[in-house]
């Protein structure tokens, strides 16, 4: 990992732990898992707001009057509210994305669940789904939370990380493998 994305990873995990440490003292974690995923999914659809929270054209000022107005209309919690507002103060917005992943994470372990990510050429199917989630579950004894990815360059197969473990039963891993086995041989 690079200097920068381990400080950045750093300052996110810091925010994060203050953030679920004050949601889990005041009994509110499912609120801010709902706080979690409606950031989650501005990002992904705000081109707008992405610039707001990596553009360095935007003063302290501003970020945080913007971020005050995005959580309102958000209806985030006051302590997500607040700890945007301090990021804003400190130009620590561009560490979001890391945050949510590692609030995301924290979430997870409250709730006894783990995610896995499983990369596919098309999306399964909701059975496929939870058929998937029982095998995984079975293998890691706890509860098992899928966060599906299309690649459709996968051609077939699938990618599962699950925590430290990845397995790949990908049709384009498998090409690759023959590949560079053929060049061995020849």
């Known amino acids: ?49 992405r610039d707001l929270i990596s553009s360095p054209i935007y003063s302290r000022e501003d970020q945080g009057r913007a971020i005050a107005a995005i959580a309102a209309k958000m209806g985030l919690t006051q302590t997500t509210t607040n700890v945007l507002g301090l990021m804003a103060s400190k130009r620590r917005l561009f560490v979001l994305p890391q945050m949510l992943r590692a609030l995301d994470e924290k979430l997870a372990e ?15 199917s909701d059975k496929q789904k939870t058929a998937l989630a029982a095998a995984l579950q079975e293998s890691a004894g706890r509860e098992v939370k899928i966060n599906q990815i299309v690649d459709e360059s996968l051609i077939g197969g699938l990618v599962v990380k699950l925590g430290s473990k990845r397995i790949d039963t990908s049709i384009r891993s498998k090409l690759q493998a023959l590949q560079n086995t053929m060049k061995e041989v020849g």
């Open 1 to 49: 990992m690079s200097e920068p994305a381990s400080i950045s990873t750093g300052i996110a995990q810091r925010y994060a732990t203050a953030v679920f440490d004050l949601a889990r003292e005041g009994d509110d974690l499912a609120a801010l898992t709902s706080d979690v995923d409606a950031l989650r999914a501005a990002l992904a659809e705000s081109a707008e707001f």
């Open 110 to 124: 409250a709730r006894g669940e783990i995610t896995a990510d499983v990369t596919t050429a098309k999306a399964l």
